[in-house]
C-alpha cells in the first residue's frame, strides 16, 4: 500500500528541516502543482550524488527536471525503467523525503547526471568523423537513453537503446514506450556489445545508413533538425526530439560538432 503524504515518515536532519509532503504528481505526465514541483525540485538538488547539475527550482516541470527524476530514480533507487515521475507516496516521494541524504550513495560507475566522461565525448567526435552524425546528438542521445550512463541494461554496454535483431547477441530489459498515447512499460531485447566504444560505433552506423534515418541524414548540418527528425523514428516519445534540444542547448554540446 502507497503512503500518503501525511503518512510518509519524514526525519529532520541535523540543521532541524523536515522534508515537505507534496499533495500532487510531478514530473512526466503528471498535475504538476508549482508548490509540489518546488518540494520535488528542491529535493532533487539535495539528494542527486554530487556532482550533477542543479535543477533550477521554479515550479515549473521542465525537460531537466524530469531528467533529474529518471537520474535520480535510475542511480539511486535502481528503478527500470525509470518514470520521470514522483507521485505523493510513492517509493520515489518516500526515498527522496528520506534521510540520510543519497550523497553518502555511491555515484554510477558510468557518468550521473549532467556530466560527460571523455571516453563519451570521444567516442561521438569519433562517430561524427566516421558517419556524419552530429556529436551534439549522440551525446544527447546518450544522456537520455541511459540516464547519463547509469541506466544501461546490465551487461549490455548498450547505453542507446538499441534493440537486438533476431540471433544478435542480447540481453532482456524493461523499457518505456509509448502505445497509443499512453506510456507503458514492456519487455525487450537489447544489443549486447563487447564496449561501449563499439555502442557509439554500431550507434553511427544505424543512423547512416538504415533507410528510416534517411531524413535525418539530410538535416546532418542542422542538429536540432536532425533530433526533430529523430522523433517518431528512432523513439516513440513524442517529445523526443525536444528533449534531444533541450539537453544540448543547456550543456552547450553543439561544441562537440566543430
Do not use: C
Not at 86 to 103: H, I, K, N
Not at 179 to 188: D, I, L, Y
Not at 220 to 233: I, N, R, S
Amino acid at each position: 500500500m502507497g503512503l500518503v503524504p501525511s503518512q510518509a515518515i519524514l526525519s529532520t536532519d541535523e540543521m532541524g528541516r523536515i522534508a515537505p509532503p507534496i499533495f500532487t504528481s510531478v514530473g512526466r505526465g503528471g498535475v504538476n502543482q508549482p508548490g509540489d514541483v518546488f518540494v520535488v525540485q528542491s529535493l532533487l538538488n539535495d539528494r542527486l550524488p554530487k556532482p550533477h547539475a542543479p535543477v533550477p527550482v521554479a515550479g515549473t516541470v521542465d525537460v531537466g527536471t524530469i531528467l533529474a527524476i529518471e537520474s535520480y530514480q535510475v542511480a539511486v533507487m535502481h528503478l527500470m525503467p525509470p518514470s520521470g515521475r514522483v507521485d505523493p507516496g510513492s517509493q520515489t516521494y518516500y526515498s527522496l523525503a528520506s534521510r540520510p541524504l543519497v550523497e553518502e550513495v555511491q555515484p554510477p560507475a558510468v557518468g550521473h547526471f549532467g556530466q560527460l566522461p571523455p571516453e563519451v565525448i570521444e567516442a561521438a567526435i569519433a562517430s561524427r568523423r566516421r558517419w556524419n552524425v552530429p556529436a551534439s546528438v549522440t551525446i544527447a542521445q546518450w544522456a537520455v537513453e541511459s540516464s547519463w550512463g547509469a541506466a544501461m541494461p546490465s551487461g549490455s554496454n548498450n547505453p542507446f537503446g538499441i534493440k537486438a535483431a533476431v540471433g544478435e547477441p542480447s540481453v532482456e530489459s524493461p523499457t518505456r514506450e509509448v502505445v497509443n498515447g499512453q506510456s507503458v512499460t514492456v519487455a525487450a531485447q537489447f544489443r549486447r556489445f563487447a564496449s561501449v566504444a563499439e555502442a557509439f560505433d554500431l550507434h553511427g552506423r544505424l543512423l547512416a545508413t538504415a533507410s528510416q534515418y534517411v531524413p535525418a541524414m539530410q538535416r546532418k548540418d542542422d542538429p536540432e533538425q536532425f533530433a526533430d527528425a529523430l522523433t517518431g523514428v528512432y523513439a516513440t516519445d513524442p517529445e523526443y526530439g525536444m528533449t534531444l534540444k533541450w539537453v544540448i542547448r543547456n550543456y552547450g554540446l553543439n561544441k562537440y560538432d566543430n
